[in-house]
């Protein structure tokens, strides 16, 4: 399988500071990869580094072929990686079509076809595509959040902790959309709280701890470790 | 200019230097340590100036006064009054943004300007208060302006010494705290309300102590004694230029804009009349000028802000 | 006093004077939501403004209202210019810095009026205008013309943001500003808009103020804080909570006169500014709170 995305010893930080040493993370073409560890660990870190939110001072990252390492985020955007941030990731005071409507603001020309593509994975927002974003309930905003990003059509979807603050209910439900997402040939990388089930769902893992990687494989390969089990995972 | 002449300009000069370091100070107290905009100095002033005018002077027919009480009870109390109009606007103002706070200041001063001009029976409207006593204003001239210059001097320090202490104490280190930090700041909640109150009711006293010297050494003061904006501006200026968080630099900052400011008064009154009136007008552009060029080129001002230990830790941002 | 008295002498005078406001009103709301400052030269812009088409009035003997126009869309020009020039930089710094710079170019702006037109009263048009009646209600055509104009530029306004691209992207600025880039949307190009907006709405609300009373040196800055006072009791971001705020404003100035001495109109706006951040400080539309 070709490969989409590859980190290579990444090292980095906001300040001055390096919050990420020599992080290495690769994700296939249509692979959903995510990442877990204890808080701190530097999980959105590592993803804002792949969307060039971060100072990388060492490493690069490879993107379909093309090396992307210091980018603005507005050209990633256009190359095809789309990043739903972990709050405050919709425009509360415009509804779901206008959410979407920004998501693809660098499109051109006709949106018709992107716009029934995320109604079909989503139709729940179909219906209610005139409510205000942020008159709906935790769930479905984030399903909005995803819809917006999803508007460029991205090879790549970047998700910081879309479960955050879900019922165990909707978790899954995110989950299942996922799934979906990943079989209209979309790749996702995605951090997680929730290790158990985020590796029980997940093609593959990867444990970072303290800014560094410490354990990756497939999802039941890493919940079958022990160490994996007992550092992070609370048994 | 004769040498006797020259000299008594410098005096003035001096005198007007010392009050104006005096608001520049109570400026740095409310921006420099705590953030806080405050766009009505003149209001501050007037409050100041009226309330020891009414205190101090002798009796006038038609307008509140008579009390005749000594200079120094009336500075005291212009600078209650100049806190006591803080209180309740800072009260509202400082759950927010400082920007609402430099609305509300704008506000406030407008206010004040009105009842100055409308409330007779308080402050004699247009005519204004005269005969206000001057601390050995009995001297000859020269001698009373010496002393008076003194009298500014001795202000000064002591309101210097005691806002350096502060700024050295907890307080002070709190106050930077906060002013740099707004997250940390509003995990502290109530408590940085609080203190940031503090620091607008210190700043204004000092400002309605400001506008009390310069009453007592006009001996007397009306509605167009200060242009409020003009003023407002001038201190602010003052304390970007000097350095903005430090004491010396605001005074030095007096010092510098009011000597350019009233130099090039000079300069261009030797023009003839209508070119004059419009110098006056590219003067206050120029020292709007001044400001942006300043908060461009050098935003920690003439003399920066002193490291006190507190500020040295990089803040390092963490993850989320 | 009589109905027609009240509407006459209390009522429509507001009504106008609110007009005015809410147009300066709209255009501090859009600042304060999108770039996130209380912007200080507002009145003096609308000063500005106000000269400009007197300017054109007299140079090409035009009529004020055809010279609005022209006077929008200059004063538009120098809002984007003191942007580019003076604020610009200052983006990466704390917003109040900005403030700050505003107050200064509040008095550069009003120092150019005054050196270039004068400290002297001003006005477009020479002669008295008499009341038209319309069944008692004295009203003259360009206190009809200020409230239509009004309503015309931000009914305008408002299509604008609701539907083309731009105006949302103005709005999706407001709203989320990191996610509006992440979005790729161009902040500079949402600024620049801003300024062309708000800078020829003030221009009109000081034409209008201009057309209504007199031009004078001071004329805007009286204004600004009507037309904060209007902005936050509308909502910040609102724009039709902005205009809602101004007419209430101007109405609460002119009615001020039958419970306070006429000198402390201006009080008014300062009351309604500090009643509204004490008891809602999100104003009347539920807007943002900085």
Known sequence: MKILLSMNGVTGGYGDADILQDVSIQVDDKEIVVIVGPNGAGKSTAMKAVFGLLKIRGGSIIFDDDRITGWAPNRIVQRGICYVPQVDNIFREMSIHENLEMGAFLKKGDLSAAYDRVYELFPDLKERRKTLAGALSGGQRQMVAMGRALMLDPKLLLLDEPTAGLSPRYMEQIFQICRDVRDTGVAILLVEQHAKQALAFADRGYVLAAGQNRHEGTGAHLLADREVAEMFLGG | ?320 | MSILDFLNFYLIPGVVLGSIYALGAVGITLIFAILRYAHLAHGDLATLGAFLAFAVVTGFGLSPLAALPIAMILTAGVAVGIDKVFYEHLRERPKIVTVMASLGIALMVRSVVQVVWGVDAESYVRGIVRPENYFGLRIKDREIYTVVFMLALVGGLQLFLARSKWGKAMRAMSDNPNLALLSGIDNKKVVILTWVIAGGLCAASGVFLGINTELKSMMGWHMLLPMFAGAILGGVGRVEGAVLGGLIVGIAEELSVLVLPSEYKAAMAFAILLFMLLVRPTGLLRGKVL
């Open chain 2, 1 to 320: 200019m004769e040498l006797i002449g020259l000299a008594n300009y410098a005096l003035f000069m001096g005198i007007f230097i010392g009050i104006y370091a005096l608001l520049a100070l109570g400026l740095n107290i409310q921006w420099g340590f705590a953030g806080l905009f405050n766009a009505g100095i003149a209001g501050f002033f007037a409050v100041g100036a009226y309330t020891s005018a009414i205190l101090t002077s002798p009796y006038a027919e038609g307008r509140l006064g008579g009390f005749e009480l000594p200079f120094y009870v009336g500075w005291i109390g212009a600078m209650i009054a100049a806190a006591l109009i803080a209180w309740p606007i800072g009260k509202i103002c400082l759950r927010f943004r400082s920007d609402y706070l430099a609305i509300a200041s704008i506000g406030v001063a407008e206010i004040i300007r009105l009842v100055i001009k409308s409330e007779a029976e308080l402050t004699n409207s247009a005519r204004g208060i005269t005969n206000i006593p001057r601390p050995y204003g009995d001297l000859p001239y020269v001698q009373s302006q010496m002393a008076y210059l003194a009298i500014v001097a001795i202000v000064l320090l002591v309101a210097y010494l005691m806002v350096e202490r502060q700024f050295n104490a907890p307080w002070g280190r709190m106050m930077r705290a906060i002013r740099d930090n707004e997250l940390a700041a509003r995990a502290m909640g109530k408590n940085v309300e609080y203190r940031r109150l503090e620091a607008f009711i210190f700043g204004s006293a000092l400002m309605g102590l400001g506008g009390a010297l310069f009453a007592h050494f006009n001996r007397s003061i009306t509605p167009e004694a200060i242009d409020p904006m003009v003023a407002t501006f001038l201190v602010w200026i003052m304390l970007i230029l000097g350095g903005s968080g430090n004491n010396r630099g605001a005074i030095l900052g007096a010092a510098v804009v009011w000597t350019i400011w009233s130099v090039s008064e000079i300069a261009t009154d030797q023009l003839p009349q209508e070119y004059a009136v419009k110098a006056k007008y590219i003067r206050l552009f120029l020292i709007g000028l001044m400001l942006q060029l300043v908060l461009r080129f050098r935003p920690e001002g003439l003399l920066p802000e002193p490291l006190r230990g507190d500020l040295r830790s990089d803040d390092v941002s963490s993850e989320k």
